[in-house]
């Protein structure tokens, strides 16, 4: 058996062992709740017009004290209810009648300003606070968002063309953000044009996310689907998402402040997603990942009109590290570049990052893939100071759209490490074996 395709069995084998792979077998469903009431017993409207933020908080607030008594739903029947941002409780399920459309105000003082996340130290498009989210969970346990395919719409029109004018006060909203909690499910529903994220789960322990669709404009500005941040236990399956920039982005902090933080995000498996990322990555790890990532499988996805499909950014300053990443069973077409690892990707929160943090990117491993129309196969640069280690290309097979031609650049790569087998077209030098240029360059 040739050295490298034993190299291969056994990174693979050490990959599969992390256990990330069973998150999304524990078959986690929401459980029923003894307790019910309808968001119109609290004086809600489903116009359209009338704002219902109090009777959505007055509601989660009358709940609470069900907790202790096996929980409690909020029905939410069909009718476009518009509102503020609202928390919610934990033992509660919000339920989304088919028909039903919670509605988010364009009117930003019907958003409460909050200090920035501890592991960014700022917000995401500005210096300074942000907007809270539409629909908040904060030190929560066992909370469920679902419904018959309810519709969740953050009308993010207004807040884009904020964010392109520069004229946002504060950095914009997600539409759905659960912070510190534990034991959380989403499923069953359609979210529309969130102002930045969609679904957004920071400092989270066990989250599964079912059978969701999220959309927003192609021309939305960096508009991002679901974002697992330094969180741990993550399930995402059986989705469609469809987003301006990237549909699936794991991160995990901020230069200094992640690294503080030191909250990584690990043990996440993705599978059967359907992804679109119109200027952005069909799924991505970074560029803040200060805290790290690690243990993600993601399996069994079709990615389709994207700019990228999976995308691995990182900069100095980050620190952190990007390692056991297993990529398989993945289905391509219309994608500018399959893969991509940038080491010089991303701004800086402030001035106070380390120059000397350097980032790890290290054990990944992209096989059983195949993709029609892409334009360039592979982009991987790495960092003279730390180059990206142990690349794994198996069972790839690519159809180029420029393949044959004079100008056939499929692989461009720089300060990095790797092997393949099997790949079409043939990557770079580089991933040929793990006695890279880097690597003969330094023993010499």
């Known amino acids: 058996m040739p050295v490298a395709l034993v190299l291969l069995l056994a990174l693979s084998g050490l990959i599969r062992s992390n256990g990330a792979g069973n998150v999304c077998d524990l078959g986690r469903r929401p459980s029923s709740r003894p307790h019910s009431v309808s968001i119109l017993e609290f004086g809600a409207v489903g116009d359209g017009k009338t704002l219902n933020t109090l009777a959505f908080q007055n509601a989660v607030f009358y709940l609470k004290?069900?907790?202790?008594?096996?929980?409690?739903?909020?029905?939410?029947?069909?009718?476009?209810?518009?509102?503020?941002?609202?928390?919610?409780?934990?033992h509660l399920t919000l339920f989304l009648e088919k028909d039903a459309v919670i509605l988010a105000s364009q009117d930003p003082s019907h958003w409460q300003a909050v200090d920035p996340l501890p592991s960014y130290g700022r917000g995401i498009d500005l210096p300074g606070k942000r907007y809270m989210s539409l629909i908040n969970g904060y030190m929560l346990h066992d909370v469920v968002v679902t419904g018959d395919n309810g519709t969740i719409d953050g009308q993010g029109l207004f807040w884009w063309d904020r964010f392109n004018s520069h004229s946002l006060k504060y950095s914009r909203p997600h539409l759905v953000e659960f912070v510190s909690s534990e034991n959380v499910i989403v499923s069953n529903l359609t979210f529309l044009n969130a102002p930045e994220y969609t679904i957004h789960?920071?400092?989270?322990?066990?989250?599964?996310?079912?059978?969701?669709?999220?959309?927003?404009?192609?021309?939305?500005?960096?508009?991002?689907?679901?974002?697992?941040?330094s969180s741990d236990n993550v399930c995402i399956q059986d989705s469609t998402i469809n987003m301006g920039y990237d549909a699936i982005s794991l991160k995990s902090g901020w230069d200094e402040y992640g690294i503080s933080?030191?909250?990584?995000?690990?043990?996440?498996?993705?599978?059967?997603?359907?992804?679109?990322?119109?200027?952005?990555?069909?799924?991505?790890?970074?560029?803040?990942?200060?805290?790290?990532?690690?243990?993600?499988?993601?399996?069994?996805?079709?990615?389709?009109?994207?700019?990228?499909?999976?995308?691995?950014?990182?900069?100095?300053?980050?620190?952190?590290?990007?390692?056991?990443?297993?990529?398989?069973?993945?289905?391509?077409?219309?994608?500018?570049?399959?893969?991509?690892?940038?080491?010089?990707?991303g701004t800086h929160p402030d001035s106070g990052f380390d120059e000397n943090a350097y980032p790890l990117v290290s054990h990944i491993r992209l096989h059983d893939i195949v993709g029609e129309n892409i334009s360039i196969a592979g982009d991987f640069f790495g960092t003279e100071e730390s180059p990206f280690t142990s690349v794994v290309l198996s069972n790839i097979s690519l159809s180029m759209t420029n393949s044959g031609s004079p100008d056939d650049d499929s692989w461009r790569c720089l300060y990095v490490e790797g092997s393949s087998e099997s790949v079409v077209p043939e990557p770079c030098y580089e991933l040929m074996s793990f006695e890279s240029s880097y690597g003969r360059a330094a023993a010499l």
């Not at 991505?284 to 499909?309: P, T």
């Open 261 to 345: 933080y030191a909250r990584p995000t690990a043990n996440v498996q993705i599978r059967g997603v359907h992804l679109r990322a119109a200027s952005g990555s069909s799924i991505s790890f970074g560029s803040e990942m200060s805290g790290g990532i690690s243990d993600v499988v993601v399996l069994d996805a079709y990615m389709h009109n994207s700019l990228s499909g999976i995308a691995f950014r990182t900069t100095k300053g980050r620190g952190g590290y990007i390692k056991e990443i297993d990529v398989s069973n993945i289905h391509m077409v219309n994608v500018g570049t399959a893969f991509l690892a940038n080491g010089s990707f």
């Open 65 to 90: 004290s069900f907790a202790d008594k096996g929980g409690a739903q909020l029905y939410v029947p069909p009718g476009r209810w518009l509102t503020g941002s609202f928390n919610l409780t934990s």
């Open 201 to 229: 789960s920071v400092y989270c322990s066990h989250v599964y996310i079912h059978r969701v669709t999220a959309n927003t404009s192609p021309e939305s500005p960096y508009t991002v689907g679901i974002v697992p941040d």
